[in-house]
């Protein structure tokens, strides 16, 4: 399966600031997603990032608030803005393997306080 | 939309005995059921997938799931549980009709195995 890396695995940002989270694969994908998981709950999926075009935004979520880039098939990054203590999250990259259909891997996550 | 319900927060079983840990699901398409297992301080790792083909599915560290149409469930299964299977494991679906190509997941469920 590829091998997610993101940077940087955690951070205490100020209210108000931005934080850009990067997610590199080793191996080129077509398919990239970010997803925010908040304490004690489940996954949600905040985008889909796909290469050469604009990300598609999931119910909730907004492009001015999660701004995200994907300039090649091995790189993403995901931009939390304007932060407040309710973004504070673990937020996860995950590619889907096109050498194994459908599966699904998951970088290690970022965990993100907001103070 | 599509949706996930997982109906028990915690499921306790002990060691050596088997178990079930319960996913029922809804899409308007046919299902693409995924289970995932997120250990303490570690990432989402992938246990096991049904696209189509046969109803049972075997995946990693002797888990198994029975996909069941008709319930519209997906429950995973042990015959034997170890304490090292104790964790948080997720249920996930992707609609195959259409929609978000990311997964929409189940709230979770810590299987707690006692020695």
């Known amino acids: 399966s590829a091998v997610i890396s993101q940077k940087p695995s955690r951070d205490i940002c100020q209210r108000g600031t931005s934080l850009t989270i990067q997610c590199q694969v080793d191996s080129q994908v077509t398919m990239m997603f970010w997803y925010r998981q908040q304490p004690g709950q489940s996954l949600t999926l905040i985008a889909t990032?796909?290469?050469?075009?604009?990300?598609?935004?999931e119910s909730g979520f907004v492009i001015d608030k999660f701004p995200i880039s994907r300039p090649n098939l091995t790189f993403s990054t995901l931009t939390v803005s304007n932060m407040s203590p309710e973004d504070s999250s673990i937020y996860l990259c995950?590619?889907?393997?096109?050498?194994?259909?459908?599966?699904?891997?998951f970088g290690p996550g970022t965990r993100l306080t907001v103070t | 939309a599509q949706s996930v319900a997982q109906p028990e927060d915690q499921v306790n079983v002990a060691e050596g005995n088997p178990l079930t840990v319960k996913c029922t699901y809804s899409?308007?398409?046919?299902?693409?059921l995924f289970w995932y297992v997120q250990y303490p301080n570690r990432g989402l790792q992938f246990l096991l997938k049904?696209?189509?083909?046969?109803?049972l599915v075997k995946g990693s560290y002797g888990f198994e799931a029975e996909f069941n149409k008709s319930q519209t469930s997906f429950h995973l299964k042990n015959p034997s549980a170890l304490v090292s299977d104790s964790a948080l494991y997720f249920c996930?679906?992707?609609?195959?009709?259409?929609?978000?190509?990311?997964?929409?997941f189940g709230k979770g469920t810590h299987l707690i195995i006692q020695p």
């Open positions: 899409v308007s398409g046919n299902p693409y």
């Open positions: 995950s590619v889907e393997d096109g050498r194994v259909s459908y599966e699904q891997y």
């Open positions: 049904y696209i189509t083909g046969d109803n």
């Open positions: 990032a796909n290469q050469g075009s604009e990300a598609t935004y």
């Open positions: 996930a679906v992707r609609d195959e009709g259409g929609g978000a190509d990311g997964l929409t």
